[in-house]
């Protein structure tokens, strides 16, 4: 177990070093003219204002000079400064936010995070729990039921899901709006004097402000966006949860513990729930990465100021930096995930870990 | 499955020779022609009535798109099929039932007096914001849906398969390499990577289906490359190949000959649910706007004329209702069809 805890570390440089590689070679695709407006605020006026740019990063450059710059900077020839460096956090300037990436991404997590944790819900609740119950009731209605909602789940394009969420639950019935909270409460929680920021979350700040109303307000913004970003991943959680179950079900521990006259209750949990939720955890690392993909949609409709809608934006108005930091930042964190989930499968199934 | 077949045979054997009685019965003409393995594919597939619901669901796509000429004539004698044609440049969509004004269709078709009763075209579904006949962009559309699959999956499978058979087949330091690479690939998001790529392709190769195609390629192969080398692993160890092996057969032979036919299944079921799975990724960038260019015949294009209107969604539903369920229809029958292949091709599943 602990050479397999090793390894996986050892691997994690490896990956990261090649995720950096193909950020940067997506940045090769524009030539050093193109990539030098990206680090530019104003429009130069000539063309020796262009060149000291591209001098100044040393954007023409062989190739791994350039990555070796672009991971950890480089001394301006002139002013003596260190530009640059993704490893000193410096992701360049957001041309659409209006400020250093870096500075897009820290503000604007939160309320993705926001948003990716509400989702977990359902998609737990719903989506194990509706799994479990199919495969206790194998065959019957709601069997049934739970394998239809999962196959027309998996088939729904998030977005026309999303946009049919708002064109029922907004524009007809009017019960939920876009966006992340009422005119009245969203100028109040933007003054300080009146409502403290405590983590950029706003049902969470509106728990630790003792403001119930504006946290009903914001719960109610998060329903519909919660319930597009998770539908798709309890799709999937439903079919492998079910199918795992009948997996257990099945085997000979499960007969013996019922033949030791132990009730259906003790044997489902005790033995039949213990061992089929450990496959289940390794869809962890893909619920993330569905969730992280989810955001750029779901966020673009509902109007949801987060890190997905940046990304969308970015990607419209070819905010090449912008995006690069969201996907280095989304590689980071499903590489993490996924070395976390690794690890937790291990300890959690004594077979793998005596391999 | 095997079942009716094995009980008329006239001696019953015992449970534990089951594997050698597979090959005892008797064998149909088409099984004899087309192997066991395809026809068991094949017979599964017509016999369970979810895969024959997804195979009606796709014939019916593809003849929208074979016969689109008929469905949606072109407007004029010179047009280019991949753009809907528009009725003036209105930025309010018109609903369904409108009639058409400018650029009217020169030939209205027969079914369309038979059914409608009317002389002149309308707009049968509508219209988007700057007029798109929605219409149009479906019939037209379903050749882009059918197009994208099959270019996307194609490429994607050959670069996935061509990796996963060498990391699977020779192991040791280059399974390890291309192991790595594949976990670089997989560190990215897939609809993240694929939006980055393609709004930087964008403006290199212009606005096409290409910047977009070739982004869900780059982040597309690494399932297949992933999954087959699993399954070489597992095949390249039987005693057929070992055989074949001591026979003296060249590497690329045993790989083509005798490993990769055995191996393909599982990889197989995945590249048919992709089929679906890859047009609403396409989809989903056009409709933030990445990729092909406004008024392109394509579902995910079509419905991203809503973005501006989503204030109004009740009154202008059917620019998301029509191409929508279109995109919902054509991938639910991928999906059905690649779920009734995946319980034939599961062998925990065979013996039941």
């Not at chain 1, 990063?57 to 460096?85: C, S």
């Not at chain 1, 989810?294 to 109007?303: D, L």
């Not at chain 2, 790529?197 to 403006?203: D, F, K, R």
Request: glycine fraction near 8%; hydrophobic fraction near 50%; proline fraction near 5%.
């Amino acid at each position: 177990m602990t050479a397999f805890i090793i390894r996986r570390l050892l691997i994690l440089p490896i990956i990261m070093v090649g995720v950096s590689l193909v950020i940067f070679t997506m940045l090769q695709v524009l030539g050093p003219v193109e990539r030098s407006a990206l680090y530019v605020r104003d429009i130069p006026k000539t063309e020796q204002q262009i060149q000291n740019v591209i001098n100044r990063y040393g954007l023409d450059d062989p190739l791994l000079t350039q990555y070796f710059y672009w991971l950890v900077g480089r001394e301006d020839p002139v002013t003596g400064e260190t530009v640059g460096g993704v490893l000193r956090g410096d992701l360049g300037y957001s041309r659409t936010g209006r400020e250093p990436v870096i500075d897009v991404l820290k503000r604007k997590l939160p309320v993705t995070i926001e948003l990716a944790l509400w989702s977990i819900v359902p998609i737990i609740g719903i989506g194990i729990w509706l799994g479990v119950q199919a495969a206790l009731h194998h065959n019957k209605l709601i069997d049934q039921v739970t394998r239809v909602l999962a196959i027309l789940g998996w088939s729904f394009p998030t977005f026309v899901f999303g946009l049919l969420m708002l064109l029922i639950f907004y524009a007809q019935l009017d019960w939920f709006q876009p966006g992340r909270l009422s005119t009245e409460f969203s100028l109040l929680v933007q003054r300080p004097e009146e409502f403290s920021r405590y983590t950029g979350m706003n049902s969470l700040d509106a728990l630790l402000n003792l403001r119930l109303d504006i946290f009903i307000d914001s719960v109610r913004h998060l329903v519909l966006p919660v319930v597009t970003l998770s539908y798709l991943s309890w799709a999937l959680l439903l079919k492998v949860t079910r199918s795992s179950m009948l997996e257990a079900l099945r085997q000979d521990y499960v007969t013996t513990a019922r033949s030791k006259g132990l009730g259906e209750r003790v044997v489902i949990n005790r033995h039949v729930l213990k061992n089929a939720l450990i496959p289940v955890t390794t869809l962890a690392g893909t619920t993330v990465a569905s969730l992280l993909n989810g955001v750029v949609i779901t966020e673009t409709i509902f109007n949801i100021p987060g890190l997905g809608k940046a990304a969308a934006d970015a990607a419209i108005s070819l905010d090449v930096l912008t995006m690069l930091g969201y996907a280095l930042f989304t590689a980071a964190l499903f590489v993490l995930v996924n070395l976390v989930v690794d690890v937790m499968y291990g300890f959690l199934d004594p077979r793998v870990r005596l391999e | 499955m095997t079942d009716t077949t094995i009980a008329s045979d006239p001696v019953t054997l015992p449970d534990y020779i089951s594997v050698e009685n597979e090959y005892l019965r008797k064998r149909s003409r088409l099984e004899k022609s087309l192997g066991l393995e395809w026809y068991r594919l094949l017979k599964g597939i017509v016999t369970n009535p979810l895969s024959v619901a997804g195979i009606i669901i796709l014939s019916a796509f593809i003849l929208t798109a074979i016969f689109a000429p008929f469905l949606a004539p072109p407007p004029t004698a010179i047009w280019d099929t991949t753009l809907i044609p528009r009725d003036g440049f209105g930025e309010e969509p018109s609903p369904p039932g409108t009639t058409w004004e400018r650029n009217v269709p020169e030939t209205v078709p027969g079914w369309y007096k038979l059914i409608t009763g009317r002389d002149e075209w309308v707009h049968l579904m509508g219209t988007t914001s700057g007029q798109y006949d929605i219409w149009y962009g479906i019939v037209w559309g379903s050749r882009t849906a059918l197009i994208i699959g099959a270019v996307v999956v194609t490429a994607a499978a050959i670069i996935g398969i061509t990796i996963g058979a060498l990391a699977g087949f020779y192991g040791g330091w280059l399974d390890e390499v291309l192991m790595r690479v594949v976990e670089i690939f997989i560190a990215f998001p897939f609809l993240v990577g694929a939006l980055i790529l393609a709004s930087i392709l964008v403006p290199r190769l212009g606005r096409s289906i290409w910047p977009a195609s070739i982004a869900l390629i780059v982040f597309g192969w690494t399932t297949y490359a992933r999954l087959l080398r699993g399954d070489i692993l597992a095949t390249k160890e039987r005693e057929y190949v070992t055989a074949a092996r001591a026979a003296g057969a060249k590497d690329i032979h045993l790989i083509l000959k005798h490993i990769l036919p055995n191996a393909i299944y599982p990889t197989l079921v995945v590249l048919s649910l992709d089929m679906g799975a890859i047009v609403l990724a396409f989809a989903a960038l056009s409709f933030l706007g990445i990729g092909v260019q406004v008024g392109y015949a394509d579902w995910g294009q079509i419905v991203s004329h809503a973005r501006n209107w989503i204030l109004a969604l009740d009154t202008y539903w059917y620019i998301i209702v029509y191409p929508g369920a279109a995109l919902l229809l054509y991938s639910l029958g991928w999906n059905l069809v690649g779920d009734a292949l995946r319980d034939i091709m599961d062998p925990k599943m065979r013996k039941r």
